[in-house]
């Protein structure tokens, strides 16, 4: 008897668990916004950016790899976030960490339709750089180049609840520089 009530405590705490894990993560913000080191990415051509090139815009920053199956899976999810809200306010930036390169990189995106463009940190100074700790790991960054928020882990980015997070996020922070989106 003690065996089947155990079996159906974990059964249930199973089920519980794995249905929190599918409910979305909206990201949780800093009480203060926090001050990011200078960061330099190279684009697929290999010309050199800064996330000061995305100054004066929210910046969702997804630091991944293709051989990281929870990065794989939520990728589609940032393209889509990047169609609904990019813009003159918003960008969705996904920096690949693959040693490979870029070429690895625009052939998944090929594989699953995925168009946003390619970034590459080949020798892991972002993720050093930020203290990054795994993949995928996401920032937020507002238009004054702070990070507003962090989140460790892969998340279902296009879903209502994070596109009406980031809509009230893109309004509050532009309407506090003066940036119009």
Request: glycine share 10%; charged share 25%; proline share 7%.
């Amino acid at each position: 008897m003690k065996t089947i009530l155990s079996a159906l405590l974990l059964a249930v705490l199973v089920a519980v668990g794995n249905a929190l894990a599918q409910e979305p993560t909206v990201m949780p913000l800093h009480e203060e916004p926090q001050p990011l080191p200078e960061l330099i990415l190279a684009d697929e051509a290999g010309e050199l950016q800064s996330l000061e090139d995305w100054r004066g815009k929210m910046v969702l920053l997804n630091v991944w790899a293709t051989w990281c199956a929870p990065c794989r899976a939520e990728m589609p999810t940032l393209d889509r976030l990047q169609k609904r809200l990019g813009g003159e306010g918003f960008d969705v930036v996904a920096l690949s960490v693959d040693r490979a390169g870029a070429g690895a990189v625009r052939k998944f995106f090929d594989e699953i339709g995925v168009k946003l463009p390619v970034f590459i940190d080949q020798d892991g100074t972002a993720i050093r750089a930020l203290g990054l700790f795994g993949l995928p790991a996401t920032l937020l960054i507002g238009p004054d180049g702070t990070e507003l928020a962090r989140l460790a882990g892969p998340a279902e980015w296009d879903t209502p609840e994070m596109v009406s997070f980031f809509e009230g996020i893109i309004v509050r922070e532009l309407d506090q520089t003066g940036e119009r989106r």
